[in-house]
């Protein structure tokens, strides 16, 4: 296919992104990194927490 018949370049903006939309994007972004980092530790730690008490349970 020849470069001047592709319908994707049509698709690719022919202007910069602004800057505040970097960051927000950036932002956006590290606000779902942050948000699964706790979900993650909050689950982790309450897993392990059932799983002793359910181990100690046992040995008793």
């Known amino acids: 296919m020849a470069e001047g018949n592709n319908i994707f370049k049509e698709l690719e903006p022919k ?3 602004p800057e ?3 960051r927000a994007i950036v ?3 590290d606000t779902i990194r ?3 980092e ?3 530790l909050f689950t982790e730690h309450f897993l392990k927490t059932i799983t002793v008490a359910i181990s ?3 040995t008793e």
């Open 15 to 17: 202007e910069q992104v």
């Open 20 to 22: 505040y939309l970097k």
């Open 27 to 29: 932002a956006e972004v």
């Open 34 to 36: 942050n948000s699964m």
């Open 38 to 40: 706790v979900v993650t």
């Open 56 to 58: 100690e349970g046992a």
